[in-house]
């Protein structure tokens, strides 16, 4: 669709050149001069131009410059009209790899800041360019994107500006440069945005003076913030968001409320938008989704990858999924420090990029639609979590969760021997994501397992051709997640092994051969349930059913794309955070 636009525009600009010719015949031989200089013609030497012409050199320019003008605005209007489907819109995002300072931690000047920060922006202003020539509305760039990262609060301050409230003031920084001061990054973002004509989303440090009489006003007196801001196609301020969860973001501060940021758009309507760690938490993400029913979100992120469950692509797609929304989601590019995984999510599709290897950023245009698809879950959805305990199968197995061979107590990592008769699941525990998750292997070509650690008790049917030289197992956790941030996690999760060992149970992987035919489920107390769903090479794939049956949650598969890396349902239990 894009090239058959890309033809129809350039013939519909070829159209007019020929019609230049019209626009001219008031002065007939300025006319001629026009129309062949438009087609690529050489211009008539002086000798045989009319005599008639008796135009001055400015009024010539002053013509030729409104015919091309006339002819850049017909061409836009073709090509918008066929790029621009209607009910969809063209989204872009930039997986940027940063230029950082050599030493965060070291105090540098305004001057020296703002030339770091200006390399950054002229990626940016690069990216821009491409996106507009694929007919983007709205392009996202990264958390962390222009200044970088590591910073004490004293060493960010040179990096900081001032962002006003969109809803107090109306500002154009590009149009009105000297309104507030300290605003030079502003300003270069707002000129991008009004030059392509698209909405902008980019991520930044902001300073706020607060007076020593608020009682969380820092001792400097002055507020800084982890902030996103949002342009219009004309270049206008229209929202702003300050980062609430915080990652060891020791030179920011949280924001004394919770800031719900949305913005309007006349291609998809409304979108929402927050940060990084925030997708994690029922502020402000969920609150935001649920109380203004958005279905557009715009997602810059500076995401660590962690396998086996929380890897930037994996658990993207799953929100998108699990609420039924589109997601933009821009990440840093840094795979020293695990950093990849950007893309544009839809419910049941997704345009991703995932690479370890390659050292330079990219940048992704695709076409959504603006109301995602409704996911049909084939499953019942009548029920719910908090309902009465019913076993989906009668055959599952029954399981001692006191196993006598593995002693959680006595050890945090330990696996137990196989054994020979493989008709008896054996259970061991692992860590896994720094939880203490409770496993069971998979044996043979099929069967049908059960595992449970507190309330949450895990399902799974599986099948496959042929036993590969692979181990999987399924395995539950239920309780306080408590490193790298403190959040309440119920998870069913198959997952394959990083060798043939019990103590590999839990490492990162991030290839498979096995094509695994399966049926997840658990009896979860919460209704906040993620859907991960990662195969071999980073790819993602998508469940055939999804939903709750018989009070338990589940999601399932046949016909895999490619060997199976991880299959899992998420809760989060926000209440018991």
């Known amino acids: 669709m894009e090239g058959a636009s890309t033809l129809q525009s350039a013939r519909g600009c070829g159209w007019l050149q020929g019609c230049n010719i019209a626009l001219w015949t008031a002065e007939e031989g300025l006319a001629l001069h026009c129309a062949r200089e438009a087609l690529g013609a050489p211009a008539a030497r002086p000798s045989q131009r009319p005599p008639t012409l008796r135009l001055d050199l400015l009024t010539k320019v002053m013509l030729e410059a409104c015919c091309m003008v006339f002819l850049l605005l017909f061409c836009y209007q073709v090509a918008s009209a066929e790029i621009h489907r209607e009910g969809h819109y063209v989204a872009a995002v930039y997986e940027h790899r940063p230029i950082l300072s050599p030493n965060p931690a070291t105090l540098t000047d305004r001057r020296s800041a703002l030339e770091l920060m200006s390399r950054n922006l002229y990626i940016y202003e690069e990216q821009v360019i491409a996106a507009a020539k694929q007919g983007a509305q709205i392009i996202v760039f990264p958390e ?14 040179p990096y900081l500006e001032f962002v006003p409230c969109p809803q107090s003031v109306k500002w154009n920084p590009c149009r009105e440069p000297h309104l507030f001061s300290d605003t030079e990054v502003l300003q270069r973002l707002s000129c991008m945005a009004l030059r392509s004509k698209m909405f902008l989303v980019a991520n930044m440090g902001a300073k706020q003076p607060c007076e020593y009489n608020d009682p969380l006003c820092p001792p400097d007196g002055r507020y800084h913030f982890n ?43 409304k979108f929402g938008m927050f940060t990084c760690f925030d997708i994690l938490f029922y502020e402000p993400a969920v609150s935001l989704i649920k109380k203004y029913n958005v279905k557009q979100v715009v997602y810059p992120t500076a995401w660590m990858n962690q396998l086996p469950l929380l890897s930037a692509v994996e658990f993207q797609q799953a929100f998108a999924t699990a609420f039924n929304i589109n997601v933009l989601a821009a990440n840093i590019h840094h795979p020293t420090l695990g950093m990849t995984g950007s893309g544009i999510y839809t419910p049941l599709k997704s345009f991703i990029y995932h690479d370890m290897e390659s050292r330079d950023g990219k940048l992704i245009v695709a076409e959504i639609s603006v109301m995602p698809p409704e996911y049909e879950p084939h499953l019942e959805s009548n029920a719910g979590p908090g309902k009465g305990i019913e076993y989906p199968h009668n055959n599952f197995a029954s399981l001692p969760i006191d196993d006598q061979v593995c002693n959680k107590e006595q050890k945090a990592h330990c696996w137990v021997a196989e054994k020979e008769d493989k008709e008896v699941p054996l259970i061991f525990y692992r860590e896994m994501m720094y939880d203490n998750f409770t496993l069971v292997p998979l044996w043979g070509t099929k069967g ?29 956790f239920d309780g306080l997640h408590t490193v790298h941030g403190t959040y309440y996690v119920q998870v069913c999760a198959l997952v394959k092994c990083g060798g043939l060992s019990y103590s590999t149970c839990g490492q990162e992987v991030t290839d498979a051969t096995a ?29 055939d059913h999804l939903g709750w049956k018989n009070n338990y949650y589940f999601m399932s598969k046949s016909g895999p794309s490619s060997g199976l890396v991880t299959a899992a349902l998420y809760g989060r239990w926000y209440e018991r955070d």
């Open 515 to 543: 094509l695994i035919d399966f049926q997840l489920g658990g009896n979860f107390s919460t209704s906040y349930i993620f859907p991960l769903l990662l195969m071999s090479g980073m790819k993602l794939d998508f469940t």
């Open 144 to 157: 962390d994107g222009i200044h970088g990262f590591n910073f004490t609060r004293e060493t960010i301050y």
């Open 448 to 476: 049908e397992l059960q595992v449970c650690a507190n309330t949450l008790c895990c399902y799974l049917s599986y099948q496959r051709p042929t036993i590969s030289d692979e181990l999987y197992a399924l395995g539950v």
């Open 227 to 269: 902030t996103d801001v949002v342009f219009n196609a004309n270049g206008t301020l229209v929202a702003r968001y300050r980062k609430q969860n915080l990652y060891f973001e020791y030179a920011f501060n949280t924001p004394p409320e919770v800031d719900h940021a949305l913005f309007d758009t006349p291609f998809a309507g």
